[in-house]
């Protein structure tokens, strides 16, 4: 999942903080107000419905996409010309229009949201979600896109579609001829009905895999108490940061704690990130103080956001990360690592180190801007390049994250059971 930006005016669960307030005055000046500010633009008038969602998408890119150079360098304000010279009397003729006229940028994070695919990314920041599970992202190779990961307890997760696959094919339907939203679309259905996928994972041949559709709770935050021979630690894996993560975290942490613990496991497995401002508040809670993470807007301006003071948990913990830990994910991962606050264990993240705004259009539909980029606190652009964990756990990576045999978290079990005794040994006078 991309991250995006929610509608600025619902403030972090902790609206009195000066992060809070820093955070929602930061991004609405990077965002521009979603782009929702609009200018006029001499030579359009009367124009229909359908032509008013071209000009719409237009200016919310023009007033808001993160390198204007890049807009220069199409002639975008020749595109929405271009546009409009095409005949454009129904909705999927603005959509035409629209597509072909983002496409220029090249920016596959950039891109226009029919109302179905709309609908159906609302509901999943809102943690509800029907199909078969699979986070997608953009390839460098126009014939597949990537699999960032499988959400837990999915169809996908169930045939163990692992990160890093490509999809080829959806019901015979080449990806070249999709594309990323048109894959993403093609997966979703009625509950109860088939669909075929063509995937290709590592260097194995490629093969047609038969889900079934169906409903899918995201539980995004689970949680668990975990008990070694001499210490109790806490078990908290976050699989996507919906609206309610923050809250749904604060309770998780508060019950823990309770519980004793004497150090956490954070799990960022496979999430594949969400809200921006969710994972900014879930931040929050760890770091005292300090940077969270840097952004860079449209005039070059770097802007850095602050956390708190004050933090719901603050004894030792440590973080998994692989290459499912994608976006708003890799912000949180990527603060706890440069602060020393966690090391990080498992394999390099995603890569994925640029910021949406999602704005919906007139009729349903909606239109996603990349409006930012950040980096983490200590000037890392993570772009392309992900995050390196401190500690690479072994191959080949476990397939159920939090599961049963889940070699990777026993690993991080013995760690933290070290470091706990270490600080143990060393606070003896």
Same mark, same amino acid.
């Given at each position: 999942m991309y991250p995006t930006v929610n509608n600025f005016s619902h403030r972090l669960r902790r609206n009195t903080s000066h992060m809070a307030k820093k955070l929602i005055t930061q991004l609405i000046a990077a965002c521009i107000a979603f782009g929702l500010v609009f200018v006029p633009i001499s030579g359009v008038t009367a124009l229909s419905d359908t032509q008013q969602l071209v000009v719409d998408s237009w200016r919310l890119v023009n007033q808001g996409y993160w390198n204007p150079e890049r807009l220069d360098d199409v002639r975008w304000r020749r595109q929405r010309q271009k546009a409009l010279e095409k005949t454009i009397q129904s909705? $999927? $003729? !603005?959509? %035409?229009a629209i597509e072909e006229m983002l496409g220029e940028l090249g920016d596959p994070y950039t891109r226009l949201l029919r109302p179905k695919d709309y609908a159906a990314i609302k509901n999943s920041t809102s943690g509800n979600l029907s199909g078969v599970g699979l986070q997608l992202g953009p390839d460098d190779q126009q014939d597949r896109v990537v699999v960032i990961s499988a959400l837990d307890g999915s169809p996908a997760a169930d045939a163990e579609i692992a990160s890093g696959a490509y999809l080829l094919a959806v019901d015979g339907? /080449?990806?070249?001829? +999709? &594309?990323?939203? *048109? !894959? !993403?679309? !093609? +997966?979703? *259905? @009625? =509950? *109860?009905?088939? =669909? =075929?996928?063509?995937?290709?994972? *590592?260097? %194995?041949? /490629? @093969?047609? #895999?038969?889900l079934e559709r169906r409903s899918v709770d995201l539980r995004p935050v689970r949680t668990r108490r975990l008990r070694t021979e001499s210490h109790t630690l806490g078990y908290l894996r976050i699989t996507q940061f919906t609206e309610g993560v923050p809250m749904q975290v604060l309770e998780a942490l508060a019950e823990l704690q309770d519980k004793g613990i @004497? &150090?956490? =496991? #954070?799990d960022?497995? %496979?999430n594949s990130g969400g809200l921006v401002s969710s994972g900014l508040a879930v931040a929050d809670d760890f770091l005292s103080g300090g940077a969270i993470v840097e952004t860079r807007n449209r005039e070059g301006i770097t802007d850095s956001i602050q956390a708190g003071t004050s933090t719901l948990f603050d004894g030792p913990m440590l973080t998994l990360v692989n290459g499912g830990t994608a976006s708003a994910s890799e912000i949180l991962a990527g603060a706890l690592q440069d602060s020393g606050r966690s090391t990080l264990l498992g394999n390099r993240t995603f890569g994925k180190g640029l910021i949406q705004t999602l704005t919906n259009l007139s009729d349903g539909s909606g239109l996603a801007v990349t409006v930012a980029g950040y980096v983490t606190p200590s000037g890392r652009d993570i772009q392309d390049a992900g995050i390196e964990p401190d500690r690479l756990l072994s191959d080949p990576e476990p397939l159920n994250p939090g599961g049963e045999g889940d070699r990777w978290l026993n690993e991080a079990e013995q760690w933290m059971a070290s470091l706990l005794e270490l600080d143990n040994n060393t606070s003896i006078p």
């Open positions: 909705s $999927d $003729d !603005a959509y %035409n339907q /080449p990806i070249s001829d +999709l &594309g990323l939203e *048109g !894959a !993403a679309n !093609a +997966l979703r *259905g @009625e =509950v *109860g009905t088939q =669909v =075929v996928l063509t995937l290709q994972q *590592g260097s %194995n041949s /490629p @093969e047609e #895999l038969s @004497e &150090g956490l =496991v #954070l960022l497995r %496979n």
